[in-house]
């Protein structure tokens, strides 16, 4: 399975040790990718490199730890220990003044990697890294220290065990990218909402059931994917994201139940029947005359949606799918529940008014399109 949500490449990795960018002066870098060191390299801080060395790529070996003498590489910018066998992180890692991109994909890293205390609170707070690559590792929950990192313009954190996201995610007010594909997610915090920064959510391949409404407010949203969740629904507020460029929501059960069978209806029961007549009708009645399963019962009703209807139902409803344009880009479907086949939902809506055909007319083209486009 190729997650290309959390593949990040540097577009700078050099082989020799230094270069001249006409942009930045003399730029030094060392790398050690694929040499099968166990120890991380001496040569970062030794006294010919340590105040000159800006990039250090080292991924693709055996390194269990990061020493604390990294602490003296204090022109460090990027650093790539992707792909060894890393466990723990010192705080003198987020005490280096100029470091910014920080790729530790692939490793053995999880929320116990780097305990609290005060003074590593104070290293981690301090921090200036905007670019931070914590893919492919063993994290069940967004550590508490990659939340406290304010500065963090791009987070990748899919390929782990995460299986919930806390409320305070929006502390990090700064980030534009968020990814998360690949984890195990069941919702996402309405907080989300409240990060506006956001250009892209990368929510593939979690097991998500809803999306909150309040992703609506994520003005500068571009790239939305959420296949492989099990969405069946989707809040109609989406349709206000207007800057939105890229949506995916290829396996879920709303477009893959959608294409294999429509609108099934079962015909309600006579139980159903009358009890929907007496909701609808406000029949008075003595609370002595029914048995208390009735009464019951009777208290489960749910309103139609159908802003021309003031029908209820119980448990026989219609799904009806309605297609929705966005910005006259996308044509999405969404599920909403009617009283019965002959409700009919007021097309209006829209924010195209033209072509808004009936969703049992679609041609099979058209729905491949849009659905899994
Ligand atoms: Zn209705």
Known sequence: ???SAFEFTIDEYVTANSRESSDRGWEQSLTLSSHELVEFPEEAYNDENRDRLNILVASKNQIEQIPSQILLCTALKRLDLSKNQIRTLPKELFQLPNLRYVD???NLLCELSLSFTDEVGNAVSSSRITHLVLSNNKFTVISWWVLMLENLVHLHMGANLIKSLPSCIDRLR?????YLGGNKLMELPESVGSMHQLNKLIVNDNQLGTIPDTLTNLDQLK???LHGNRLKVLPQSLIKLENLEELSLRGNPLVDRFVRTMNMYHVPSLKEL????VVNNRLIFNHDDLPKT????LKTSQRCINPACSGVYFTSCVEHV???DFCGRFRVPFLIYLCSPSCEYPEAE???SSDSEPVMGASPMHLRRVLLG
């Open 1 to 3: 399975m190729t997650f």
């Open 274 to 277: 009358s009890s929907r007549y």
């Open 223 to 225: 790239s939305l994917m």
């Open 294 to 297: 009735l009464l019951q019962y």
């Open 104 to 106: 530790l994909g692939s």
């Open 322 to 324: 309605k297609f929705v």
């Open 174 to 178: 700064n980030l534009k990218d968020l």
């Open 350 to 352: 829209s924010t195209s």
